[in-house]
């Protein structure tokens, strides 16, 4: 069991940039994976991005590949999204989640058990 609260979302405008916290409870943080999903009122939901245990290898979706930088620091129960160059179309609920890695950490929302509330981003033009 690992409890996850988000924050850091806000409004800025497109060009812009914001770094998303998800901060973690419980003693098992280390040995999940950590991705972050988005998702709008009209669309479903989307992974982002995901890191491995260790915090050595990312994945990313294609639409975010060289703007967001997923990060974690397990000393501190800690996962970030860091968004540069944010576009409108960035705009959504953005949720980070964890789940037990069976060798590889993917963006299938299937693999995340535990789940934060989100927090909203919006990327005005």
């Known amino acids: 069991q690992v409890n996850l609260v988000e924050s850091g979302g806000g409004s800025v405008q497109a060009g812009g940039s914001l770094r998303l916290s998800c901060a973690a409870s419980?003693?098992?943080?280390?040995?999940?994976?950590v991705a972050w999903f988005r998702k709008t009122p009209t669309t479903e939901r989307e992974g982002v991005a995901t890191?491995?245990?260790?915090?050595?290898?990312?994945w990313y979706a294609e639409s975010v590949l060289g703007r967001f930088t997923i990060s974690r620091d397990n000393a501190k129960n800690t996962a970030y999204l860091q968004m540069d160059n944010l576009k409108p179309e960035d705009t959504a609920m953005y949720s980070c989640?964890?789940?037990?890695?069976?060798?590889?950490?993917?963006?299938?929302?299937?693999?995340?058990?535990?789940w934060g509330q989100g927090t909203q981003v919006t990327v005005s033009s």
């Open positions: 989640a964890a789940g037990p890695s069976s060798g590889f950490c993917t963006l299938s929302e299937r693999q995340y058990p535990f």
């Open positions: 419980g003693s098992t943080f280390s040995r999940y994976c």
């Open positions: 890191i491995a245990l260790s915090g050595t290898r990312a």
